[in-house]
């Protein structure tokens, strides 16, 4: 208890402290040049320059353009249209179109405002004393922007999807917790152990409701989510339930081991605290992963919160499949596999 008291506060901060970060320093984005001139490969170099962004990737078509958005490999996709040289030569406007990921609508204002101010300084650079004439000089350069999968740019749709993977674990978790350790609290887990329930039965029979209860709460908030705040459900619902059911023995999984440590319902209360804050810090719910120090980012590859929220945001709002979030899939099922295995098997050793 004494360790409870004081370590949970000085993670918190720790977390805090390198994971609470809404700018943008550097952004990934995708660079697709259909012009390849030496005035297009000059607007990529200002890209690079700036020291705002990263060219991940280099598509060279619109299904390569779609499959590095859905997986959220960029933030952005940069795409100089054919003619931009030429456009730029005759003193007619030349168009350059940004494509933003609007999931999250700050880290899309902030990319999109970076990026026009890149195209901003170049129009500048080309205007009366560049290659422009001066008799022809306005604006030489028109940056057309795009918002994807959150059009509006809307917070709640970015927030409230991220509230089931929260929910479902703190439910979960703590109910799991409290349960087994209530029989201890009252006296009658030694009156369960001499009759002949076998520990599998009894693990079951305190988890199965849990999780029954966790699917439930699923559907609930995706209702609320759907007709109180207008959230979009472009993908399948069937898959967001599967996908709950393999987060689930996660959760359910650490609940069992809080179980086995903890002596009262005050101590696994406060120890699903300790385990829930920090996965709720570095799953990427409120502050992007990308703006954590690299330390931190490896970190989150142990949370398997991460993995769920982000099935989450791309079942509600890209629409994603099985082909896309199948990476997100594995990991949840090894790390439930793993965490529900061990912890049946020391709760089966607590009960001998």
Not at 168 to 174: E, R
Request: contains cysteine; proline residues 5%.
């Amino acid at each position: 208890m004494r360790i409870l008291l004081f370590l949970p506060p000085m993670i918190q901060l720790l977390v805090f402290g390198f994971a609470v970060n809404l700018d943008v320093d550097r952004a990934r984005i995708a660079w697709m040049d259909m012009d390849a001139t030496p005035a297009s490969r000059e607007l990529r170099d200002r890209f690079t320059g700036s020291g705002r962004f990263e060219i991940a990737a280099v598509p060279e078509s619109e299904s390569q353009v779609q499959r590095v958005m859905d997986r959220g490999d960029v933030q952005a996709v940069v795409r100089v249209l054919p003619g931009f040289a030429r456009d730029l030569a005759r003193g007619r406007t030349a168009q350059v179109q940004v494509l933003v990921d609007g999931t999250n609508s700050n880290t899309a204002s902030l990319v999109s405002n970076y990026a026009g101010g890149v195209i901003a300084a170049f129009s500048a650079d080309h205007g009366p004393a560049g290659i422009v004439p001066a008799a022809l000089a306005g604006q030489p350069i028109e940056a057309a922007t795009r918002a994807w999968f959150n059009p509006d740019l809307y917070s709640r749709n970015y927030f409230v999807p991220g509230v089931i993977a929260n929910i479902i674990m703190l439910v979960t978790l703590m109910l799991t917790s409290l349960a087994i350790v209530r029989e201890k609290e009252i006296g009658t887990m030694e009156q369960l152990m001499v009759t002949p329930v076998r520990p599998i039965e009894l693990m079951l029979g305190k988890t199965l409701p849990f999780a029954v209860v966790g699917l439930v709460d699923v559907v609930m908030i995706t209702g609320i989510a759907l007709l109180v705040f207008h959230v979009p459900l472009r993908g399948n619902f069937l898959l967001l339930l599967a996908c709950a059911v393999l987060f689930l023995m996660t959760s359910l999984g650490a609940g069992l081991f809080l179980s086995t440590i903890s002596q009262t319902q005050q101590q696994a209360m406060m120890s699903s605290f300790f385990f829930s804050t920090p996965a709720f810090m570095l799953s990427g719910f409120a502050f992007p992963i990308r703006n954590m120090p690299t330390v931190v980012q490896w970190l989150t590859y142990l949370n398997p919160v991460r993995y769920f929220i982000e099935i989450v945001r791309g079942i509600f709002l890209k629409g994603s499949g099985v082909e896309v979030l199948w990476p997100q899939m594995t990991c949840l099922a090894v790390y439930g596999v793993a965490v529900l295995g061990l912890s049946a098997l020391r709760f089966q050793k607590k009960l001998d």
